[in-house]
């Protein structure tokens, strides 16, 4: 039907109406992407600055919760896939990163960039791949 | 009796083990409780624990929580048609059986490797659940969670379609969506040996939940790959699927969808259907004898659970995140929002008590549930339960498609 890795058309782009205009990443090579997605966030540095420790709690809690919908709270997969170390051991790292923030096109796998910063989806991405962590408890 | 019952399968079922060990501690042995009906019975499903909490929607109050039911993410319940026992299905392939009189686990069985939810039979025989892994349906003996048929939703050289949108059909048939292999089918389980599948191939792009209505005729299931829904008449002699609501996005571009739309928990007043729009904030109005669209209301975000009071004057809508902190209500006489509110973070679920006077509604990251009066909108009570989903009421039992 279409390349599941493309990492900027659009579900609608295939039916034919015309992409979303604004995105200058399109067509990139993915490396290239993911050099320009650094580049965008931390500007002359070579690594965008990691979230802070509270904001890692959120991103634990979103990534349980919301991201859980699709992918299961301990994230063994749903309707999106497993999203375990082990089921991610075989995947590039940083198409995992470009597919948090820019979504990818033909699944349902939205972008998450409304809510998630460069820095945030690295940070995601990298703890996936290490395991993800447990959600602190937050009761108050 | 109980306590010699749940000991004496121990040695056979050790899923048994966590159920039966947690339960006793719930408050009050079972001979202590009084009789009682299980009407005003439900369940809350606390997901991150794996926990269902009982609650009694009289008395608005928590009777008892019943853990050891695993991965309760996206889990769903139904109810045997006594209203006695709730089916709950678990992320993790569980199927429970939970007595809600004596607050126990009484089997369960894991049948898959990832489930997404189940029906249960008219007859209340058959409990049949729905999987993403292995990919397909499987019927379990309602009394005894036997496995009596397994349908695997192959395609295509045998790969195996993820089965979304099941829903229960008068004469033991069942309805269901292939997500992976764009098709619907319907399995006759008249006689659970000879399960007998039509399949209806090439409905449209990645048909994500669907719904039947009350009346059991229209099946609906919406798309995820394109603008619009497929729908089956299942009273004609050979059903076909057909398209409604084509191009509803009208070509513009798609909102991201953060969270996919429940289509369970169908919204019909009178003569008119509620359904979420995919990738547009708007709650479309359909017209249920020419099936085609009558209105959209614009709503605080994308629209996930859309659902009629039972009464039909009302339509309650929540949303997806970052808007799931807004409940809207729509008038269906006037077709407009007449209420927004803000019942805590997170809201992922709601449920009207049996005639609607009141609906319960899940704020997950307030871990709390509200019940709130339909007509005042005013907050009759809360209850504090652990990361609260799925909320579901024994009224379910006697209402098909649900």
New interface residues.
């Given amino acids: 039907m279409h390349d599941k890795n493309a990492p900027q058309s659009h579900r609608l782009a295939q039916a034919g109406t015309s992409p979303k205009a604004g995105s200058s990443l399109r067509g990139l090579p993915r490396l290239g992407i993911w050099l320009a997605l650094l580049a965008g966030t931390a500007g002359l540095h070579a690594q965008p600055v990691p979230p802070t420790a509270p904001r890692q709690q959120e991103l634990v809690r979103m990534v349980r919760q919301d991201c859980g919908s699709c992918h299961g709270l301990r994230l063994t997969g749903g309707l999106g896939p497993a999203l375990t170390r082990e089921a991610l051991a075989d995947k590039p790292f940083d198409s995992i990163v470009a597919t948090i923030y820019h979504g990818r096109p033909g699944t349902p796998m939205a972008p998450w960039k409304a809510m998630l910063s460069e820095a945030d989806a690295l940070w995601i991405a990298q703890q996936l791949f290490a395991g993800f962590p447990e959600s602190v408890k937050d009761r108050p | 009796m109980n306590r010699r019952h749940c000991l004496s399968l121990l040695g056979t079922t050790p899923l048994l083990l966590s159920g039966c060990a947690s339960v006793a501690g719930a408050s009050g042995a079972p001979a202590d409780l009084p009789l009682r009906g299980t009407g005003d019975l439900g369940v809350v499903v606390a997901?991150?624990t794996g926990t269902l909490a009982i609650v009694d929607t009289s008395q608005r109050t928590l009777l008892a929580q019943v853990t050891g039911l695993g991965?309760?993410?996206?889990a769903s319940v139904v109810f045997s048609r006594d209203g006695r026992y709730a089916y709950v299905f678990g992320?993790?392939g569980a199927l429970t059986k939970v007595d809600l009189l004596t607050r126990r686990i009484t089997a369960r069985v894991m049948q898959a490797g990832?489930s997404?939810g189940g029906a249960i039979s008219a007859d209340g025989s058959l409990v049949v659940a729905q999987n993403?892994?292995p990919g397909g349906i499987k019927a379990f003996n309602a009394a005894t969670l036997e496995l009596v048929a397994d349908i695997p939703a192959a395609y295509e050289n045998g790969k195996l379609s993820?089965v979304?949108g099941l829903v229960d059909l008068p004469g033991r048939r069942f309805a269901y969506s292939l997500?992976d292999a764009n098709a619907i089918w319907i399995t006759d389980l008249s006689d659970p040996a000879r399960p007998v599948t039509t399949q209806l191939p090439n409905i449209g792009r990645?048909p994500?939940d669907a719904l039947v209505t009350p009346n059991g005729r229209h099946y609906i299931a919406g798309l995820?790959?394109?603008?619009g829904l497929a729908m089956v008449d299942l009273w004609e002699e050979k059903p076909r699927a057909r398209r409604i609501l084509a191009g509803y996005?009208r070509?513009?571009?798609?909102l991201?969808?953060?969270?996919?739309p429940h289509l369970r928990g169908w919204a019909v007043a009178g003569r008119r259907a509620y359904l979420p729009a995919i990738g547009r904030h708007e709650v479309l109005v359909v017209d249920t004898d020419t099936w085609q669209e009558v209105g959209r209301i614009p709503v605080a975000g994308q629209p996930v659970f859309v659902m009629a009071r039972p009464d039909g004057r009302q339509v309650w809508v929540n949303f997806s995140?970052?808007d799931y902190h807004r409940v809207q209500v729509i008038d269906t006489t006037t077709q407009s929002i007449v209420r927004t509110l803000e019942p805590g973070k997170?809201v992922l679920h709601m449920e009207f008590t049996p005639r609607g006077e009141s609906v319960w509604i899940s704020s997950?990251?307030d871990?709390r549930v509200s019940v709130i009066d339909t007509q005042s909108f005013a907050t009759q009570a809360t209850l504090s339960i652990?990361?609260p989903s799925g909320i579901f009421f024994t009224s379910r039992a006697a209402r098909l498609g649900f």
Avoid: C, W
């Fill in positions: 997901r991150a991965d309760l993410s996206h992320r993790d990832n997404i993403y892994t993820r979304v997500f990645q994500y995820f790959g394109e603008d996005g070509g513009q571009e798609p991201p969808v953060y969270k996919m995140v970052p997170a997950r990251d871990h652990d990361s």
